[in-house]
């Protein structure tokens, strides 16, 4: 007889946006709409750092995007472009 073994609880993994600084944001605050460019660009994610500058989970926030390869949005104070691999 095999044992199985059960996934680990998703509450785990997630814990940490529970403390997060943005947790009762818009997320619109963090996402840019479509054909978003420019200066507004700029003041939005400007406004989005701000909120996680002071953040007690930034680090794993960051952590997550990272691992997870997270395309969109800022996450941990980084942006779209800084998590972007750079090319060689």
Not at 17 to 33: E, G, I, L, T
Not at 38 to 61: D, H, K, Y
Request: proline fraction near 9%.
């Amino acid at each position: 007889m095999t044992r199985k073994t059960l996934p680990r609880p998703l509450l785990d993994q997630w814990e940490w946006q529970d403390r997060a600084s943005c947790r009762d944001v818009d997320p619109a605050v963090f996402f840019s709409p479509q054909n978003e460019r420019g200066p507004a660009r700029s003041l939005r994610e400007e406004r989005a750092m701000a909120i996680c500058r002071n953040c007690p989970v930034r680090e794993p926030c960051a952590a997550f995007a990272a691992a997870t390869k997270e395309a969109y949005g800022v996450w941990g104070g980084q942006t779209e472009s800084r998590r972007r691999p750079r090319a060689r």
